[in-house]
T-cell receptor, first 112, second 114 residues
Framework: QQNVQQSPESLIVPEGARTSLNCTFS?????YFWWYRQHSGKAPKALM?????GEKEEGRFTIHLNKASLHFSLHIRDSQPSDSALYLC????????????FGEGTQVTVIS | AQTIHQWPVAEIKAVGSPLSLGCTIK??????LYWYWQATGGTLQQLFY??????VESVVQLNLSASRPKDDQFILSTEKLLLSHSGFYLC?????????????FGPGTRLTVL
């Protein structure tokens, strides 16, 4: 049974600062790693994903994956008030379904 | 462009009453379909997935059932609602055949059981 944990639970960052979010997973056979963002009362929307160890950058967002440590992270450079949202990490183990196991989320608030 | 529509937007139902939630996806043939549930302040949990018409797999047992009567339609239902069924129900789709691909979520249905 996959167990996905996120830290911290919540975060308040000043505008322009770097935001760092962490996610650990328990199943070493996990294959796909995603970050989703959910604004209050809305549906989650995918931010970015990574499938192999290392780092991937898209605009202000960078994702790191270390499968041996069962850990991946999301970093947001130059955080903006519009980045305020619930950030959900999700892991797909594979097999016959796209079963996403989500973490509980990190609530990020960017203050001006 | 693909669109995903869920109905109703919100429901207030009594304990013990039946429920039917729907989801349609337009503009994509044979998508993988999913139902998710998010309790207020809780974790988003996958409930069901379907890769083809007429076939639905259960992921979590919550006294709910799902069906896929058409390629573009996914239905979530129960004959007797429990208080614990309250929450946000989300339908999602992904491209067929690629399990690691992005899942696209619908706008959701907010269910309150009293």
């Amino acid at each position: 049974q996959q167990n996905v944990q996120q830290s911290p639970e919540s975060l308040i960052v000043p505008e322009g600062a770097r935001t760092s979010l962490n996610c650990t997973f328990s199943d070493s056979a996990s294959q796909y790693f995603w970050w989703y963002r959910q604004h209050s009362g809305k549906a989650p929307k995918a931010l970015m994903s990574i499938f192999s160890n290392g780092e991937k950058e898209e605009g202000r967002f960078t994702i790191h994956l270390n499968k041996a440590s069962l850990h991946f992270s999301l970093h947001i450079r130059d955080s903006q008030p519009s980045d305020s949202a619930l950030y959900l990490c999700a892991v797909i183990t594979g097999g016959l379904s796209g079963k996403l196991t989500f973490g509980e989320g990190t609530q990020v608030t960017v203050i001006s | 462009a693909q669109t995903i529509h869920q109905w109703p937007v919100a429901e207030i139902k009594a304990v013990g009453s039946p429920l039917s939630l729907g989801c349609t996806i337009k503009g994509k043939s044979s998508p993988n379909l999913y139902w998710y549930w998010q309790a207020t302040g809780g974790t988003l949990q996958q409930l069901f997935y379907s890769i083809t018409v007429g076939q639905v797999e259960s992921v979590v047992q919550l006294n709910l059932s799902a069906s896929r009567p058409k390629d573009d339609q996914f239905i979530l239902s129960t004959e007797k609602l429990l208080l614990s069924h309250s929450g946000f129900y989300l339908c999602a789709w992904s491209l067929p055949g690629d399990w690691g691909d992005e899942q696209y979520f619908g706008p959701g249905t907010r269910l309150t059981v009293l």
